[in-house]
């Protein structure tokens, strides 16, 4: 009975929350919309999908063990094992928290730079996070992921990546997307390297600077707990200079 009531509440609030974000998302509508632009960020959207652009000379950013309280900005990370624990390399402050696997994509930063590479990432970081699928490489897609089977379902996605400019580029997904679908924009925006992070029931993030805020939350903490499902134990974090 117990498992028949929590499946009830999940998917009576997975959907609510799709309901609510395809109220605000016109499906024809292709273009994005700038709704906050500062020195250190720029965020746009379509309603189905949040940009935000980071300015390299005005954000400094990091890695964090668990949810962070004092960033202007963090989105989870890793994809993790079903006891908790980070899949891929985890560097927070220069300690080595987590063993790098095979293949993947990272988002470091190293000499105060923050930068994301698909397939490769030095050993000298003071801060790096490792996700085990990389969108693009020297602004190709990866077609051969976007043929796999998981790749095709739709769920919520998340792309971090990085343009010649060095900016740092978020890409979010509001509702549920394909990982060709987030992709495409992800070239759109001149993406050189970009890394898949965990998607799902994980994706979570949030920015404010005092002036703006936006966030997303796929699950609630509170269906968490129900459920019984593991918090993201890995952020990248980012505050402005």
């Not at 965020?43 to 000379?57: E, H």
């Not at 960033?71 to 993790?80: D, R």
């Not at 927070?92 to 928290?97: F, W």
């Not at 900016?167 to 970009?194: A, F, M, P, W, Y």
Request: proline letters at 3%.
């Amino acid at each position: 009975m117990k498992t028949i009531t929590l499946t009830i509440f999940t998917t009576f609030t997975v959907f609510l929350t799709d309901i609510s974000n395809l109220l605000n998302f016109n499906q024809c509508n292709d273009s994005f919309e700038v709704i906050y632009d500062s020195p250190g960020v720029e965020v746009s959207t379509n309603g189905a999908i949040d940009i935000l652009k980071f300015n390299p000379k005005k954000t400094n950013f990091g890695v964090s063990e668990g949810k962070p309280t004092k960033s202007n900005f963090y989105l989870n990370t890793t994809f993790f094992t079903p006891s908790g624990d980070p899949i891929g390399l985890v560097v927070v402050d220069g300690k080595r928290k987590s063993n790098r696997v095979k293949g993947g994509a990272y988002f470091y930063v190293r000499n105060g730079e923050a930068h994301v590479r698909s397939r490769s990432c030095p050993y000298d970081t003071k801060f790096a996070t490792q996700t085990i699928l990389w969108g693009i490489d020297n602004k190709k897609i990866n077609l051969p992921l976007t043929k796999k089977g998981h790749a095709n379902q739709l769920r919520y996605r998340i792309l971090v990546g990085e343009n010649e400019k060095g900016e740092i580029i978020v890409l979010v997904s509001r509702i549920r997307l394909t990982i060709k679908e987030l992709l495409v924009v992800g070239v759109k925006q001149n993406i050189v390297d970009g890394a898949l992070f965990d998607g799902g029931s994980s994706v979570e993030y949030s920015f404010n600077d005092g002036k703006f805020n936006r966030s997303f939350k796929a699950m609630s903490d509170v269906v968490k707990m129900f459920t019984e499902t593991k918090h993201q134990p890995t952020f990248m974090t980012m505050n402005l200079k």
